[in-house]
């Protein structure tokens, strides 16, 4: 999946790897997670940043968590753990709740589109 920083138009590319109430998404190369870092302001956090998800031709408004965690698959990424992908309506994993962070980055991200051939 690409993903889109809307905040700075910066693209990366992920991985879905898991999750049951929102995606456990992991960076593909050194470089993706390298940029995921830069737009977190250089050092991982719980910040959540709105951005857009393009699948195919599919395009969604997502939040994603600023924090490597928990298990992963993907190898050489220079990255251990993986990232949280909200959509509207996502629950946490433990709390099986509605996160209002994401979901407020959910809706700044709904502000903006993706044109064509970009």
Not at 8 to 34: C, L, Q, S, V, W
Not at 79 to 91: K, L, P, Q, R, T
Request: charged residues 25%; aromatic residues 10%.
């Amino acid at each position: 999946m690409n993903i889109r920083d809307v905040e700075t138009g910066e693209t990366f590319n992920m991985k879905r790897t898991g999750g049951i109430y929102h995606a456990d998404a992991e960076p593909f190369t050194k470089n993706d997670t390298e940029t995921i870092k830069k737009l977190c302001g250089g050092a991982w956090s719980w910040q959540r940043r709105p951005i857009l998800l393009c699948i195919s031709y599919i395009t969604t408004a997502a939040s994603i968590c600023c924090m490597p965690h928990g298990e992963y698959n993907v190898k050489g990424n220079g990255v251990d753990g993986h990232f949280c992908i909200h959509f509207y309506e996502s629950m946490d994993d433990d709390t099986k709740k509605i996160n209002a962070a994401h979901q407020k980055a959910i809706d700044q991200a709904s502000h903006y589109t993706v044109l064509e051939n970009e």
